[in-house]
């Protein structure tokens, strides 16, 4: 009950996202563990931060001129394939 309660307080703090929420549940369920010992080793994290995300982003961006040169001529794959692999 303790680790539903975690879960909850989590979700409603916007410490993590709902997805986010149902990884961890998953591997509860997966693999028999409790939400809490789960919790504490993935350590997932919802960054709210705009100018987080906003570096973010330019780090990707500066570290892929490739890519950015395609996507500016009109070529969106190079992004979408290199989103696919890493999910």
């Known amino acids: 009950m303790a680790g539903l309660v975690l879960a909850a307080d989590l979700l409603d703090e916007n410490k993590i996202s709902s997805r986010q929420l149902k990884q961890l549940f998953d591997v509860c369920f ?6 809490a ?9 919802q ?3 705009a100018s987080a995300i906003e570096a973010m982003i330019d780090q990707v961006i500066s570290a892929n001129p490739k890519q950015v040169e395609q ?15 890493r999910q």
Not at 30 to 35: A, T
Not at 37 to 45: G, I, M, N, S
Request: glycine share 6%; proline share 6%.
């Open 71 to 85: 996507y500016r001529a009109g070529n969106e794959r190079p992004w979408r394939d290199s989103l696919w692999a």
């Open 30 to 35: 997966e693999k028999g563990e409790d939400f």
């Open 37 to 45: 010992a789960v919790y504490q080793r993935e350590k997932p994290e």
């Open 47 to 49: 960054i709210t931060d």
